[in-house]
């Protein structure tokens, strides 16, 4: 033996749980009227955009650029690019269904990836590449096809650290290399620099709005987000943040931090400094409100935590107080399905054709 045993250990962590309980969500919703929730709105947003860097990132012209266009069975995909901050570039997927015709405006989706997913290339339903399509099969992750096919214009961007976008530590086309991403790497540096990835993921959706907002065939108010897991991160905060998103869909990113990201270990990319402080997940979607929101639950999901779906409802119901100072509960479902950390869809597509139409 070339080490010494060790019999007891001397951690830390009970030490943070007992710090969470004490310091956790300064910034909570406690509104008893409408006025005063639009008065937490205004200030919690601006406080959040503060924290994960918004406020510090550098717009620029966009440039968009159309790098191929494939014809599908039923629709066009075409690779576009633009630019998000000056020399930051974000290739997306931009899915165009058949039918759509000259003039005609449609409602659009933009469709967020998580983890594994080799970037935008799964919500985009690129089966032909072998090391995608059993996950796709098996996780439901290729939604921006299904939304397609419902008559919607979607984007399927790359977000940093993903697909085409991954930095030189994790570049390369082996299966391990392709289907992963350097999201610890970008968001350790980024903290340095008063960012988070978080903030930049956000920020790159919202350039992708403002790309969206040039286009003659999208709808403008009827614009939505869609995601699982990491793809969920996005589109809560991009919704929370920014009002020309009018329907969110959330899959499997919904809980409290305590139990999902404190007492489990998730990817770092989760992670930003203060955040528990100030609020849990059901106040970043409070911020939602009125707007709709769908939020999928897989009831065996084992980021839920050790107290599993009780961590998730404890969180909407949070949420579901914004709703109801607004007057809009209908805007707000909870699907709890039976299942685990997969994208489920039994709801959403009713959901997203009530809201944005098709
Ligand atoms: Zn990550």
């Known amino acids: 033996m070339r080490t ?13 749980e007992g710090r969470f309980d004490k310091e956790a969500r300064k910034l909570r919703l406690a509104a008893s009227d409408v006025d005063a929730y639009e008065a937490w709105k205004t200030k919690t947003r601006s406080d959040l955009s503060e924290l994960i860097g918004i406020a510090r ?5 966009l440039l968009p650029e159309r790098l191929e266009s494939v014809q599908e069975d ?8 633009i630019q998000t901050e000056p020399g930051v570039w974000m290739p997306f997927y931009l899915l165009l269904p058949g039918d759509l015709q000259p003039g005609e405006q449609r409602p659009c989706m933009i469709a967020a990836h998580g983890h594994g997913t080799g970037g935008k290339l799964s919500p985009a339903g690129r089966t032909d590449i072998p090391a995608l399509a059993e996950r796709i099969a098996r ?4 939604y921006g096809v299904s939304f397609v096919r419902r008559g919607y214009v979607v984007l399927c961007p790359d977000a940093r ?9 994790g570049q390369g086309d082996e299966e391990d290399l392709f289907i992963s991403s350097t999201c ?5 540096m980024a903290i340095g620099l008063g960012l988070s990835l978080t903030g930049m993921w956000t920020w790159d959706l919202m350039r992708l709005l403002d790309y969206i907002g040039t286009r003659a065939d999208i ?7 869609c995601g699982l897991s990491g793809g969920g991160l996005q589109t809560l905060w991009l919704s929370a943040l920014d009002e020309r998103v009018s329907c969110a869909i959330v899959s499997g990113y919904f809980y409290g931090y305590k139990d999902a990201l404190l007492k489990l270990y998730n990817c770092s990319c989760n992670y930003v400094p203060g955040l528990w402080e100030r609020v849990d997940m059901g106040d970043i979607a409070a911020l939602i409100a009125p707007r709709s929101l769908l939020i999928e639950t897989g009831d065996q999901d084992p980021l839920n935590g050790e107290r599993g779906v009780d961590n998730v409802v404890e969180q ?12 809009t509960e209908e805007r707000l479902v909870h699907h709890i399905f039976a299942g685990g950390h997969v994208w489920n869809g039994d709801r959403t597509y009713d959901f997203a054709k009530r809201w944005l139409g098709r």
């Open 316 to 327: 909407v119901d949070i949420a579901a107080q914004a709703y109801r100072l607004t007057g």
């Open 139 to 142: 996780e439901h992750t290729d």
């Open 74 to 81: 039923g629709y066009r995909r075409e690779k576009w690019l």
């Open 4 to 16: 010494e045993s060790i019999k007891t250990y001397y951690t830390a962590m009970d030490s943070l």
């Open 184 to 188: 610890n790497q970008l968001n350790v």
């Open 57 to 61: 990132m550098e717009t620029c012209e």
């Open 161 to 169: 650290g993903f697909g085409e976008r991954r930095e030189s530590s």
């Open 219 to 225: 709808a403008q108010d009827r614009i939505g987000c």
